[in-house]
């Protein structure tokens, strides 16, 4: 499955962007550890997302239900494991949380799965990522 990610330099409040797009995703998708493809820049051990958006921009299924972790294939609720689940009643096409969310991992390690409600591997899903270094309250 082609990815490509993204992680921005911080801009003036030490916020930095990482965008994720995923080309042919599906339901069992695990994205991770997120780095930079060009210049291999990890996120923050410490760090707060102050923004999670993912859209569902093409692709057989019609929902998402996003969620976050610290290591690779992660059980979901694990809660020394488990960073952010869209926690939505019903997936949806599009998800947006703007509630900080704290996380560590020594390791700079984040994985994401969008988690597509079909098991084509057509979709493509763009995930935008505001993280802030440290804990931002």
Known sequence: MPVTISVGKP???????VVIVE????DTTEVG?????DTGVKVPARGTIMRFSAK???GTGT????EMGTEATWTTGDALEEVLASNALA????FSDQSPVRYFDSDRELYLRSNP????TDHEIRTTI???EGWEV
């Open 91 to 94: 997936p949806i096409a599009q």
């Open 63 to 66: 929902t998402i239900d996003p």
């Open 117 to 120: 409600d079909d098991v084509a």
């Open 130 to 132: 505001l993280i802030k």
């Open 56 to 58: 569902l921009v093409s």
């Open 11 to 17: 801009d003036s409040n030490g916020q930095l962007e």
């Open 23 to 26: 080309t042919g995703s599906r």
């Open 33 to 37: 550890p997120i780095v930079d493809d």
